[in-house]
Protein backbone atom coordinates (compact mmCIF):
# COMPACT_ATOMS: atom_id res chain seq x y z
CA UNK A 1 0.00 0.00 0.00
CA UNK A 2 1.46 3.79 -0.41
CA UNK A 3 -0.36 6.90 0.71
CA UNK A 4 0.25 10.52 0.23
CA UNK A 5 -1.01 12.70 2.58
CA UNK A 6 -1.48 16.75 2.41
CA UNK A 7 -2.24 18.63 6.07
CA UNK A 8 -2.88 22.39 6.68
CA UNK A 9 -3.45 23.94 9.88
CA UNK A 10 -4.20 27.60 10.36
CA UNK A 11 -5.28 29.60 13.42
CA UNK A 12 -5.89 33.03 14.41
CA UNK A 13 -6.79 34.78 17.75
CA UNK A 14 -9.53 37.52 15.94
CA UNK A 15 -9.97 39.54 18.95
CA UNK A 16 -9.35 39.40 22.27
CA UNK A 17 -12.16 37.22 23.59
CA UNK A 18 -12.02 35.03 20.09
CA UNK A 19 -10.11 32.11 18.92
CA UNK A 20 -10.85 30.69 15.53
CA UNK A 21 -9.07 27.95 13.95
CA UNK A 22 -9.29 25.42 11.10
CA UNK A 23 -7.45 22.56 9.51
CA UNK A 24 -7.68 19.97 6.42
CA UNK A 25 -6.57 16.84 5.60
CA UNK A 26 -6.00 15.10 2.30
CA UNK A 27 -4.77 11.53 1.49
CA UNK A 28 -4.50 9.40 -1.37
CA UNK A 29 -4.49 5.57 -0.67
CA UNK A 30 -3.41 3.18 -3.54
CA UNK A 31 -6.09 0.46 -2.24
CA UNK A 32 -8.73 2.88 -1.91
CA UNK A 33 -8.39 6.45 -3.66
CA UNK A 34 -8.49 9.61 -1.82
CA UNK A 35 -10.16 11.43 1.19
CA UNK A 36 -10.64 14.93 2.24
CA UNK A 37 -11.34 15.55 5.59
CA UNK A 38 -11.44 18.69 8.21
CA UNK A 39 -11.69 20.19 11.54
CA UNK A 40 -13.00 23.89 12.57
CA UNK A 41 -12.77 24.98 16.01
CA UNK A 42 -13.75 27.82 18.21
CA UNK A 43 -13.16 29.64 21.65
CA UNK A 44 -14.84 32.46 23.13
CA UNK A 45 -13.78 34.42 26.38
CA UNK A 46 -16.88 35.78 27.92
CA UNK A 47 -15.10 36.80 30.88
CA UNK A 48 -12.16 36.43 33.28
CA UNK A 49 -13.04 33.40 34.86
CA UNK A 50 -15.44 31.79 31.95
CA UNK A 51 -15.08 30.26 28.37
CA UNK A 52 -17.13 28.82 25.54
CA UNK A 53 -14.94 26.47 23.54
CA UNK A 54 -16.57 24.30 20.39
CA UNK A 55 -15.41 22.33 17.61
CA UNK A 56 -16.90 19.84 14.86
CA UNK A 57 -14.68 17.77 12.62
CA UNK A 58 -14.47 14.64 9.94
CA UNK A 59 -12.19 11.86 9.94
CA UNK A 60 -11.24 8.36 8.93
CA UNK A 61 -9.64 4.94 9.89
CA UNK A 62 -8.17 3.01 6.62
CA UNK A 63 -8.87 -0.61 7.00
CA UNK A 64 -5.51 -2.33 8.43
CA UNK A 65 -3.41 -4.53 5.52
CA UNK A 66 -4.49 -7.33 7.92
CA UNK A 67 -7.70 -7.03 7.24
CA UNK A 68 -7.43 -6.08 3.55
CA UNK A 69 -5.23 -9.25 2.50
CA UNK A 70 -5.76 -11.75 5.13
CA UNK A 71 -5.87 -15.16 3.48
CA UNK A 72 -6.25 -18.08 6.67
CA UNK A 73 -7.48 -21.77 5.87
CA UNK A 74 -9.11 -23.83 8.69
CA UNK A 75 -10.12 -27.30 9.01
CA UNK A 76 -13.47 -27.42 11.07
CA UNK A 77 -16.29 -29.62 11.58
CA UNK A 78 -19.95 -29.32 9.92
CA UNK A 79 -22.50 -31.25 10.55
CA UNK A 80 -20.28 -33.92 11.27
CA UNK A 81 -18.52 -33.60 8.01
CA UNK A 82 -14.18 -32.12 8.11
CA UNK A 83 -15.00 -28.90 5.97
CA UNK A 84 -12.17 -26.11 4.63
CA UNK A 85 -13.30 -22.66 6.25
CA UNK A 86 -11.79 -19.73 4.51
CA UNK A 87 -11.13 -16.01 5.34
CA UNK A 88 -10.11 -14.26 2.16
CA UNK A 89 -9.99 -10.85 1.19
CA UNK A 90 -13.60 -9.85 -0.02
CA UNK A 91 -12.14 -8.62 -3.45
CA UNK A 92 -11.29 -12.49 -3.72
CA UNK A 93 -15.05 -12.88 -3.49
CA UNK A 94 -16.56 -10.63 -5.61
CA UNK A 95 -17.59 -8.08 -3.10
CA UNK A 96 -14.98 -5.25 -4.20
CA UNK A 97 -12.16 -3.38 -1.86
CA UNK A 98 -12.76 -2.05 1.63
CA UNK A 99 -13.10 1.53 2.05
CA UNK A 100 -12.46 3.50 5.39
CA UNK A 101 -14.45 4.04 8.09
CA UNK A 102 -15.66 7.58 8.39
CA UNK A 103 -16.66 9.63 11.04
CA UNK A 104 -17.95 12.95 12.20
CA UNK A 105 -17.96 14.77 15.31
CA UNK A 106 -19.27 17.59 17.64
CA UNK A 107 -17.94 19.00 21.04
CA UNK A 108 -19.28 22.21 22.99
CA UNK A 109 -17.11 22.91 26.04
CA UNK A 110 -16.98 25.41 29.32
CA UNK A 111 -13.88 26.07 30.88
CA UNK A 112 -14.48 28.04 34.13
CA UNK A 113 -12.40 29.10 37.49
CA UNK A 114 -14.42 29.60 40.70
CA UNK A 115 -11.90 31.11 43.16
CA UNK A 116 -9.31 28.08 43.54
CA UNK A 117 -11.32 25.84 41.70
CA UNK A 118 -10.84 25.27 38.05
CA UNK A 119 -14.00 22.94 36.24
CA UNK A 120 -13.98 22.27 32.51
CA UNK A 121 -16.89 20.53 31.05
CA UNK A 122 -17.03 19.06 27.56
CA UNK A 123 -20.10 17.17 25.18
CA UNK A 124 -19.17 15.30 22.52
CA UNK A 125 -21.42 13.32 19.73
CA UNK A 126 -19.38 10.87 17.16
CA UNK A 127 -20.83 9.32 14.42
CA UNK A 128 -18.71 6.80 12.70
CA UNK A 129 -19.87 5.26 9.30
CA UNK A 130 -18.82 2.19 7.11
CA UNK A 131 -17.28 0.24 10.40
CA UNK A 132 -15.64 -2.85 9.73
CA UNK A 133 -17.06 -6.21 10.48
CA UNK A 134 -15.76 -10.12 9.77
CA UNK A 135 -19.09 -12.24 8.21
CA UNK A 136 -20.03 -15.36 9.57
CA UNK A 137 -18.73 -19.12 8.07
CA UNK A 138 -21.12 -19.83 4.71
CA UNK A 139 -20.66 -21.65 1.75
CA UNK A 140 -19.72 -19.81 -1.11
CA UNK A 141 -22.17 -18.97 -4.36
CA UNK A 142 -21.42 -19.94 -7.73
CA UNK A 143 -20.44 -16.57 -8.44
CA UNK A 144 -17.71 -16.49 -5.19
CA UNK A 145 -16.19 -19.48 -6.71
CA UNK A 146 -15.89 -18.06 -9.99
CA UNK A 147 -14.45 -14.93 -8.49
CA UNK A 148 -11.79 -16.99 -6.36
CA UNK A 149 -10.65 -18.83 -9.37
CA UNK A 150 -10.39 -15.53 -11.26
CA UNK A 151 -8.30 -14.52 -8.21
CA UNK A 152 -5.63 -17.01 -8.01
CA UNK A 153 -7.37 -18.92 -5.21
CA UNK A 154 -6.04 -22.68 -5.46
CA UNK A 155 -9.08 -24.96 -5.62
CA UNK A 156 -11.80 -23.04 -4.66
CA UNK A 157 -13.88 -26.27 -5.35
CA UNK A 158 -12.77 -27.49 -2.32
CA UNK A 159 -14.00 -24.56 -0.40
CA UNK A 160 -16.60 -25.56 2.36
CA UNK A 161 -17.35 -22.15 3.80
CA UNK A 162 -15.82 -18.83 3.17
CA UNK A 163 -15.90 -15.51 5.56
CA UNK A 164 -14.32 -11.93 5.06
CA UNK A 165 -14.18 -8.43 6.18
CA UNK A 166 -16.73 -5.81 4.96
CA UNK A 167 -17.90 -2.40 5.72
CA UNK A 168 -21.17 -3.45 7.58
CA UNK A 169 -22.49 -1.47 10.51
CA UNK A 170 -22.52 2.60 11.81
CA UNK A 171 -22.32 4.08 15.43
CA UNK A 172 -23.16 6.89 16.97
CA UNK A 173 -21.48 7.88 20.43
CA UNK A 174 -22.01 10.97 22.92
CA UNK A 175 -20.86 11.95 26.42
CA UNK A 176 -20.05 14.18 28.61
CA UNK A 177 -16.50 14.63 30.13
CA UNK A 178 -16.30 16.90 33.52
CA UNK A 179 -13.06 17.41 34.91
CA UNK A 180 -12.56 19.65 38.22
CA UNK A 181 -9.67 20.42 40.06
CA UNK A 182 -8.79 22.34 43.34
CA UNK A 183 -5.36 23.13 44.83
CA UNK A 184 -4.33 24.19 48.37
CA UNK A 185 -1.34 23.77 50.88
CA UNK A 186 -1.91 21.18 53.90
CA UNK A 187 0.61 19.67 55.81
CA UNK A 188 3.57 21.84 55.25
CA UNK A 189 3.06 20.99 51.38
CA UNK A 190 1.51 21.50 48.15
CA UNK A 191 -1.91 19.77 47.85
CA UNK A 192 -4.14 19.11 44.76
CA UNK A 193 -7.08 18.04 44.82
CA UNK A 194 -8.96 16.32 41.66
CA UNK A 195 -12.25 14.90 40.61
CA UNK A 196 -13.25 13.49 37.06
CA UNK A 197 -16.62 12.62 35.61
CA UNK A 198 -17.07 10.52 32.35
CA UNK A 199 -20.60 9.44 30.82
CA UNK A 200 -20.24 7.87 27.34
CA UNK A 201 -23.25 5.70 25.80
CA UNK A 202 -22.43 4.30 22.02
CA UNK A 203 -25.82 2.75 19.63
CA UNK A 204 -25.60 1.00 17.02
CA UNK A 205 -27.23 3.10 14.54
CA UNK A 206 -27.29 0.69 11.26
CA UNK A 207 -26.58 -2.84 11.99
CA UNK A 208 -26.18 -4.10 8.62
CA UNK A 209 -26.30 -7.72 7.13
CA UNK A 210 -23.43 -9.48 8.91
CA UNK A 211 -22.88 -7.86 12.54
CA UNK A 212 -24.44 -10.59 14.68
CA UNK A 213 -27.03 -9.04 17.78
CA UNK A 214 -24.46 -10.31 20.25
CA UNK A 215 -22.15 -7.80 18.61
CA UNK A 216 -24.27 -5.26 18.90
CA UNK A 217 -25.10 -5.92 22.90
CA UNK A 218 -21.45 -5.61 23.59
CA UNK A 219 -20.49 -2.75 21.44
CA UNK A 220 -23.62 -0.87 23.10
CA UNK A 221 -23.08 -2.20 26.73
CA UNK A 222 -19.39 -4.30 26.33
CA UNK A 223 -17.58 -0.81 28.34
CA UNK A 224 -19.40 0.91 31.44
CA UNK A 225 -21.72 4.10 31.06
CA UNK A 226 -20.23 5.92 34.01
CA UNK A 227 -16.50 6.26 35.00
CA UNK A 228 -15.48 8.67 37.78
CA UNK A 229 -12.48 9.14 39.45
CA UNK A 230 -11.12 11.04 43.00
CA UNK A 231 -7.71 11.62 43.38
CA UNK A 232 -5.86 13.88 46.26
CA UNK A 233 -2.07 14.57 45.00
CA UNK A 234 0.34 15.94 47.94
CA UNK A 235 3.92 16.81 47.35
CA UNK A 236 6.84 18.04 49.64
CA UNK A 237 10.57 19.00 49.15
CA UNK A 238 11.26 15.36 48.71
CA UNK A 239 8.67 12.94 48.93
CA UNK A 240 5.42 13.32 46.60
CA UNK A 241 2.47 10.96 47.02
CA UNK A 242 -0.81 10.31 45.19
CA UNK A 243 -4.37 8.01 46.59
CA UNK A 244 -7.10 7.73 44.11
CA UNK A 245 -10.54 6.62 43.77
CA UNK A 246 -11.87 5.15 40.63
CA UNK A 247 -15.44 3.93 39.99
CA UNK A 248 -16.60 1.70 37.41
CA UNK A 249 -20.30 1.68 36.53
CA UNK A 250 -22.50 -1.16 35.49
CA UNK A 251 -21.29 -3.04 31.80
CA UNK A 252 -22.08 -6.12 29.98
CA UNK A 253 -19.31 -8.44 30.78
CA UNK A 254 -17.69 -11.34 28.51
CA UNK A 255 -14.85 -13.58 28.93
CA UNK A 256 -13.70 -16.86 27.60
CA UNK A 257 -14.98 -18.54 30.30
CA UNK A 258 -17.79 -15.95 31.61
CA UNK A 259 -20.17 -15.33 28.99
CA UNK A 260 -23.14 -12.26 28.71
CA UNK A 261 -23.01 -11.89 32.29
CA UNK A 262 -24.08 -7.85 33.93
CA UNK A 263 -20.63 -6.93 35.57
CA UNK A 264 -21.70 -4.85 38.66
CA UNK A 265 -20.76 -1.51 39.32
CA UNK A 266 -17.21 -1.45 41.02
CA UNK A 267 -14.66 0.56 43.05
CA UNK A 268 -10.78 0.53 42.97
CA UNK A 269 -8.12 2.54 44.96
CA UNK A 270 -4.89 3.50 43.70
CA UNK A 271 -1.56 4.64 46.37
CA UNK A 272 1.42 5.62 45.21
CA UNK A 273 4.45 7.79 47.34
CA UNK A 274 7.86 8.83 45.96
CA UNK A 275 10.74 9.70 47.45
CA UNK A 276 13.63 11.63 45.74
CA UNK A 277 16.88 10.66 47.43
CA UNK A 278 19.22 13.22 46.12
CA UNK A 279 19.04 15.49 43.10
CA UNK A 280 20.08 12.49 40.57
Known amino acids: RRSYGLYADLEN ?41 ASTSTGFRAPTQGQVNVVNTQTTL ?4 LTQAQTLPGFKLGAGQLQPEESTSFALGIVATLGDVEITADWFNIEVDDRIALTSNAAPTDAQRIAMGAAGVPNPELIGEVNYFTNDFNTETSGLDIVATYGTD ?40 HRATFTMD ?9 VRANY ?27 YSLNDS
Open 13 to 53: QVSDELLLGGAFRYEDYSSFGDTNDFKLKAMYQVNENVSLR
Open 78 to 81: VDGQ
Open 186 to 225: LWDGSTEFSAAYNYTDTEVSDQGNVTSDSKVKRLEEGLPN
Open 234 to 242: QNWENVSAF
Open 248 to 274: FGEYYAVHADWFGNDADSAMTFDMEVT
